[in-house]
């Protein structure tokens, strides 16, 4: 089953239709005026490894550090927390907010294996939350000090051992969706939980539909022309809404949402963004992207459109790739004072000078000099 959205009898060829995403993604024009805008326009990051996660922010800044992404964290304008696939992300709050209740949708905390694999019952679960809220009060704390304040009160401290072992993050990822709880900065080696941005009571069915409806507008708005498979990845794959729900959301967008046919593929886009996404045309261009970018991650590694299925191992491993016109065409590394670029295919027909052009940019970034190395 597919959603039925109102459907404009234009269309648009896929590599045109990449170059308004590029630009939604600011991997092509004068780049993010800020951290917090990046973030934005992937709606989230994959927050690990770190290295990654501050070249992804890097690369799209029109003035990039490399230490911003963590000071965009410590001063919370962003925030860290368990979310797709049970990976950690960073998103802004308000992104925060909306897909995490969306992530509720599916109650996994209630069933049985769920509980037996985090040590805890239901019943613990409201004493939990609003001892936890003063336990944090003083700040961030690993899971062995919280394990520690867990353990001396009396009625929690059954739990004690829960937050510590190995299905730990059983206990603390609802604590997450929910939003009483976020990652903190990291202590030497070990992960922290602070405090998150707001608690709020038990969301409501009502509260859990506006908040997929406005997660579903933030992705068409930086991934459209998006399939409706990779909506689903996004939200049901990533987060475990069920196919229904997000259909129901869809269809309650109503004309927000329009049909654009992309080289034969019905796609969804933001009604309001039609026009200028049927407006746009391909420019040669080039770029770097580091391990497991929204640009591969927002759409699924799947989309073959973006790149090819006998090299899609490549960015599910992590590998960091190179596209041209929005689609993957080599890998990329650094090796001591080198980048080394290996093409999926002959190198005849790699855009050489742009490629070099794009080292240097990231040799700038990582104040170091660079050169180009092609491994054919």
């Known amino acids: 089953m597919k959603p039925t959205t109102a459907n404009t009898s234009r269309r648009i060829h896929l590599v045109d239709a990449l170059e308004w995403r590029l630009g939604?993604?600011?991997?092509?024009?004068?780049?993010?005026?800020?951290?917090?805008?990046?973030?934005?326009?992937?709606?989230?990051?994959?927050?690990?490894?770190?290295?990654?996660?501050?070249?992804?922010?890097?690369?799209?800044?029109?003035?990039?550090?490399?230490?911003?992404?963590?000071?965009?964290?410590?001063?919370?304008?962003?925030?860290?927390?368990?979310?797709?696939?049970?990976?950690?992300?960073?998103?802004?709050?308000?992104?925060?907010?909306?897909?995490?209740?969306?992530?509720?949708?599916?109650?996994?905390?209630?069933?049985?294996?769920?509980?037996?694999?985090?040590?805890?019952?239901?019943s613990d679960w409201q004493p939990l939350r609003e001892a936890l809220r003063g336990i944090l009060d003083g700040g961030p704390m690993t899971r062995s000090q919280i394990s520690e304040s867990l353990h001396r009160i009396p009625g929690l401290r059954h739990l004690a051992p829960a937050a510590l072992g190995a299905g730990a993050d059983s206990l603390y990822k609802p604590l997450h969706w929910w939003g009483d709880i976020c990652f903190g900065p990291p202590h030497g080696t070990e992960a922290t939980f602070q405090r998150a941005w707001h608690q709020r009571d038990e969301p409501?069915?009502?509260?859990?539909?506006?908040?997929?409806?406005?997660?579903?507008?933030?992705?068409?708005?930086?991934?459209?022309?998006?399939?409706?498979?990779?909506?689903?990845?996004?939200?049901?794959?990533?987060?475990?809404?069920?196919?229904?729900?997000?259909?129901?959301?869809?269809?309650?967008?109503?004309?927000?949402i329009t049909t654009i046919d992309v080289d034969g593929v019905d796609s969804l886009a933001l009604t309001a963004d039609v026009d200028s996404i049927l407006t746009a045309r391909s420019t040669e261009h080039l770029r770097l992207l580091p391990a497991f970018d929204p640009w591969f991650f927002g759409p699924g590694t799947a989309d073959n459109r973006l790149i090819p299925t006998t090299q899609r191992a490549k960015a599910s491993n992590g590998y960091p790739l190179v596209i041209s016109a929005g689609r993957a065409i080599a890998t990329w590394r650094v090796r001591a004072k080198t980048v080394v670029v290996k093409p999926f295919a002959p190198s005849t027909g790699m855009p050489f000078q742009l490629l070099?052009?794009?080292v240097q940019h990231l040799a700038r970034i990582l104040n170091k000099e660079l050169d180009l190395v092609l491994d054919p």
């Open 204 to 256: 409501t069915d009502a509260a859990v539909d506006e908040a997929g409806r406005r997660s579903i507008r933030a992705y068409l708005h930086s991934y459209a022309p998006a399939t409706f498979e990779s909506l689903t990845y996004w939200l049901t794959q990533g987060l475990g809404v069920p196919k229904r729900r997000l259909l129901s959301w869809i269809q309650d967008l109503g004309s927000e």
């Open 24 to 122: 939604r993604h600011a991997l092509i024009g004068e780049g993010a005026a800020s951290v917090t805008d990046v973030v934005e326009r992937v709606v989230a990051t994959r927050a690990w490894p770190a290295e990654a996660a501050d070249l992804t922010v890097a690369l799209r800044h029109r003035d990039p550090k490399l230490d911003a992404l963590n000071q965009a964290l410590e001063s919370r304008t962003l925030v860290r927390s368990y979310a797709f696939r049970g990976g950690s992300y960073i998103f802004t709050p308000s992104t925060a907010t909306d897909l995490l209740m969306t992530r509720t949708v599916t109650r996994i905390w209630e069933t049985k294996r769920w509980q037996e694999q985090g040590g805890f019952t239901i």
């Open 356 to 358: 070099k052009d794009e």
